[in-house]
C-alpha cells in the first residue's frame, strides 16, 4: 500500500496563477483533509470531506476551493495564487472510530508527504 | 472549544539523556490524544496514541500517559538518540469535531 501520497512535491507560482494538488490514499478511508503549516503555527485545517461528493470548511478556508468527485482523491485549489499562500501543505486521511458507549472518538490521520508551495 | 498547548522548543539534549515533553489540552467529552513525529522534509507519522484516561501509549521506547486529572498528554524517552531529532506534535481529537487539534509542535535536537 502506498499510503497517502501528494503531487507535486514542490511547486513555484507567481501571484495570481492557479493550480490544484492532489492527493490520493488506497486504504479505502472514509474522511480526507486538506491542512497548511507555517513556522510556529502547528497544522491548521483548511478543508475536510467526510464522503464522496462532500466537502467542508476548515480553520483558515479562504482562497481555497476542494473536491471530492472519487472517494480515493481529495483536490486542492488555488484559483488565485497570493504570497500568503506560502506554506507545506499536508494532506491526511482517516477512518474514525467511536467505541459501542460512544465514550472515544479515535480519529487518528494518516499523513501524506507534503507539498512545498512558493508564492512569488 | 478545544486546544492543545505545547512547551515551546527548541529543546537540545545530549544523546542518552532524559526527554520530556510537556502537553496539556482542553476538550469538551473524552478526547483521544495523539503524538505525531516529523522528520526533516517528511509528512507527518503517528508516534504513540491514548483512547481514554489512564491508557498509556508507547513505541520506540517513548512514552505518554492519559491523566485526565491533569489534562495531559507528556511525551517521555529515557535515552534519546541523535535519529531522535524531529519536530513532535501533540494532537486530540474530540466527539463532535472532524479533524484533529494539533499543538504548535516542539522541534528535538539531539546532540551527539
Known amino acids: 500500500n502506498a499510503g497517502v501520497t501528494q503531487t507535486p512535491k514542490f511547486r513555484v507560482l507567481k501571484t495570481g496563477q492557479s493550480m490544484t494538488l492532489l492527493c490520493a490514499q488506497d486504504?479505502?478511508?472514509?474522511?480526507m483533509y486538506w491542512y497548511r503549516q507555517d513556522p510556529g503555527m502547528g497544522l491548521r485545517l483548511i478543508h475536510y470531506?467526510?464522503?464522496?461528493?462532500?466537502?467542508a470548511k476548515g480553520e483558515v478556508p479562504d482562497g481555497y476551493n476542494v473536491s471530492r468527485l472519487k472517494k480515493q482523491n481529495f483536490l486542492l485549489g488555488l484559483e488565485s495564487a497570493a504570497p500568503s499562500q506560502t506554506s507545506v501543505y499536508f494532506c491526511?486521511?482517516?477512518?474514525?472510530?467511536?467505541?459501542?458507549?460512544?465514550?472515544?472518538?479515535?480519529?487518528?490521520?494518516?499523513f501524506g508527504p507534503g507539498t512545498r508551495l512558493t508564492v512569488l | 472549544g478545544n486546544s492543545v498547548t505545547q512547551m515551546e522548543g527548541p529543546v537540545t539534549l545530549s544523546e542518552e539523556a532524559f526527554l520530556t515533553i510537556n502537553c496539556t489540552y482542553t476538550?469538551?467529552?473524552?478526547?483521544?490524544l495523539f503524538w505525531y513525529v516529523q522528520y526533516p522534509g517528511e509528512g507527518l507519522q503517528l508516534l504513540l496514541k491514548a483512547t481514554k484516561a489512564d491508557d498509556k501509549g508507547s513505541n520506540k521506547g517513548f512514552e505518554a500517559t492519559y491523566r485526565k486529572e491533569t489534562t495531559s498528554f507528556h511525551l517521555e524517552k529515557g535515552s534519546v538518540q541523535v535519529s531522535d531529532s524531529a519536530v513532535y506534535f501533540c494532537?486530540?481529537?474530540?466527539?463532535?469535531?472532524?479533524?484533529?487539534?494539533f499543538g504548535s509542535g516542539t522541534r528535538l535536537q539531539v546532540q551527539p
Open positions: 476538550a469538551t467529552g473524552y478526547p483521544s
Open positions: 494532537a486530540l481529537s474530540a466527539p463532535g469535531r472532524r479533524a484533529l487539534t
Open positions: 470531506s467526510v464522503g464522496e461528493g462532500t466537502t
Open positions: 491526511a486521511s482517516s477512518y474514525p472510530r467511536t467505541a459501542l458507549n460512544l465514550a472515544v472518538f479515535d480519529n487518528e490521520q494518516f
Open positions: 486504504m479505502n478511508h472514509e474522511y
